[in-house]
């Protein structure tokens, strides 16, 4: 199950991580999403490319790490925490983000595109997580 794990929470980086660069070229976010970058020094001065591999090796991680804890919610229907747990994160995101210092002002700016891809990427993982462990469960 191990691989499954690793080749779900890659497929959902890659298409996260381009969906993202998407967002930003069509500017539906007032955010750049390598623009973590600017914090750190070793960075600072590295090519566009490297940020983009970069980002996309942290999103992988936080799929990966989704893709177990997912399994905790086996016996909720994916539909229901898929959505709630989409939209925690891409509000808690947002609020990181802006770095506003409100709930209030984070709602009045946030994306919907961000809100949509961030829950399609936590349904697709969710649903395939609960997937294959039932699947595994069936076979033994």
Not at 11 to 38: E, R, S
Not at 47 to 74: E, P
């Amino acid at each position: 199950m191990k691989g499954l794990s690793i080749i779900t929470s890659l497929v959902a980086a890659i298409g996260t991580t381009v969906l993202f660069k998407l967002l930003d070229y069509f500017q539906f976010i007032k955010w750049n999403p390598i623009g973590y970058t600017k914090t750190f020094q070793l960075l600072k001065g590295s090519n566009v490319y490297i940020k983009w591999i970069i980002l996309f090796l942290i999103i992988w991680g936080v799929c990966f790490l989704l893709y177990y804890i997912s399994l905790l919610f086996v016996k909720i229907p994916v539909s229901i925490t898929s959505i709630a747990l989409g939209l925690l994160i891409a509000i808690a995101l947002e609020w990181i983000i802006l770095d506003t210092d409100s709930i209030e002002k984070t709602i009045k700016k946030i994306s919907i595109p961000f809100i949509c891809i961030v829950i399609v990427a936590v349904r697709f993982i969710m649903e395939s997580a609960i997937f294959h462990s039932q699947d595994h469960s069936h076979v033994k």
